[in-house]
């Protein structure tokens, strides 16, 4: 399934609110020091320094220039990539290019690790020079939106547009020229808008290229991506038959668990008994409603972004791509987790152990233990309320409703939930242990 696009309200809108729960506040004048996932540290890639004053002025004068010739669409493109921190437009991005054929998780992991490494690298050069931004009074410049509260070089936005769209291009190499070419006016539009000068853009952009051609390098290419699985579907009556989904998921590289059967579920219970309890389960408008509202929504997205809102992370672009990477990363290994013991134990689904038994909507091709949306759920919920504990029991709730939906819509019996539920929740400590490490928590 493809990831929903992260629908943030217009950033005019979300700058006016506030919200007592916001704990994350400044600037993260230490982010350069926080631990990369691919990047050895974030002085790895180097940038040289800013023009001096001579070349300073000379830019003052080229965005004066350009700012003669604003239109509507750049006007459009302007708005549309401020509204929110510089990563939250790199998930729709890569949802749009998606097709089913394409394993998501890997193209969200990948994407969000070069976008968070980059991000990094960009503020360990920010405090690094020290770059003042331009001043709109003094250098007779229009400022159309607010300017960040850092150091001007490198661009941010740039930093991760050239990450962004080089993971993507590698990724999508039929449309890399239109991916780099979209990229590009990114860094045009922070020029036209009178915040950063053309330098900060261009040191920027580069930065996050150098930065994503790294982990290609060093991950992208040895991960097991375009691997596959060699083994078989077993004949024996009483297990899952069909032509498997992403049956080759488990040879991919994790990014924090040791292996993908790290944390493999026990072997599952007798089925009979379980039928029998899904058999007795009264369907009603509101349980049929649940099981609709998480297969064909998947409410996680609209969550985060609230979230992000909430707490003031819409103008904190480390703190963001924290976010987005960990939540892409546990999106990841609880996958590969999951689909592992899936493909070990092969247990049969309610409607191929009996064939009167009708779901609410059709069966996913995959065995049914662990339940994957439970898999992930747990997860997510185990990273969510580590990134914003103070709503750790919302997080968890919403857990704990998307595995009871699949129960409730009769694809999955409930012991597969609970092991989807107990595998997640292991993967999503596992994940978190990392990220107490990484030296984002010391701020």
């Known amino acids: 399934m493809k990831r929903i696009s992260f629908l943030l309200i217009v950033l005019v809108i979300v700058q006016a609110c506030t919200n007592e729960k916001a704990t994350f506040t400044g600037i993260e004048p230490t982010a350069g020091t926080w631990k990369p996932w691919v990047l050895p540290a974030a002085d790895q890639i180097v940038i040289p320094p800013p023009p001096d004053e001579d070349g300073e002025q000379a830019e003052i004068k080229q965005v004066i220039s350009l700012q003669k010739s604003i239109d509507s669409t750049a006007l459009q493109n302007l708005r549309y990539w401020n509204a929110g921190p510089p990563s939250y437009r790199w998930q729709a991005a890569a949802d749009d290019l998606l097709d089913s054929t394409q394993y998501f998780l890997r193209v969200y992991a990948l994407l969000n690790v070069a976008i968070y490494d980059a991000t990094l690298a960009a503020w360990h050069a920010k405090y690094q020079y020290n770059r003042k931004r331009l001043v709109p009074s003094k250098d007779g410049i229009k400022q159309l939106i607010a300017p960040p509260q ?12 050239g990450a962004g769209a080089t993971m993507l291009a590698y990724l999508f190499p039929a449309k890399a020229d ?121 409410p996680w997205g609209d969550i985060i972004d609230k979230k992000v809102m909430e707490y003031e992370l819409l103008d904190n672009a480390p703190r963001a791509a924290r976010v987005y990477t960990l939540l892409a990363i546990a999106d990841y290994e609880s996958q590969i987790a999951n689909i592992e013991s899936k493909y070990v134990y092969f247990r049969i689904r309610p409607d191929q152990y009996d064939l009167t038994f009708k779901p609410v909507f059709k069966t996913p091709p995959s065995p049914g233990y662990p339940a994957g949306h439970a898999t992930v759920a747990a997860c997510y919920g185990e990273i969510l309320a580590y990134l914003f504990p103070s709503d750790a029991k919302e997080f968890r709730d919403l857990a704990d409703e998307e595995a009871l939906s699949r129960f409730e819509a009769g694809v999955h019996f409930r012991t597969d939930n609970e092991a989807g539920m107990k595998l997640g929740r292991e993967v999503g400590q596992e994940i978190i242990k990392r990220a107490k490490a990484d030296g984002a928590d010391k701020n």
């Open 178 to 298: 239109s991916i780099i070419t979209a990229a590009k006016k990114i860094g045009e539009s922070r020029v036209l808008a009178g915040v950063q000068y053309p330098s900060d853009v261009e040191a920027g952009f580069e930065l996050g290229v150098n930065v994503a051609n790294y982990v290609i390098e060093h991950w992208a290419k040895s991960d097991g991506g375009t691997t596959r699985w060699p083994g078989k579907i077993p004949t024996e009556p009483g297990l899952w038959k069909g032509k498997p989904l992403h049956f080759d998921i488990p040879n991919m590289k994790t990014w924090v668990l040791t292996s993908p059967n790290q944390f493999r579920s026990v072997p599952p219970p007798d089925v009979k008994k379980d039928m029998a309890e899904l058999k007795a389960f009264k369907r009603t408008d509101q349980s049929n409603a649940r099981a609709f509202k998480w297969e064909k929504q998947w």
């Open 150 to 161: 850092t150091p001007s070089y490198p661009c941010e936005h740039s930093v991760t547009a």
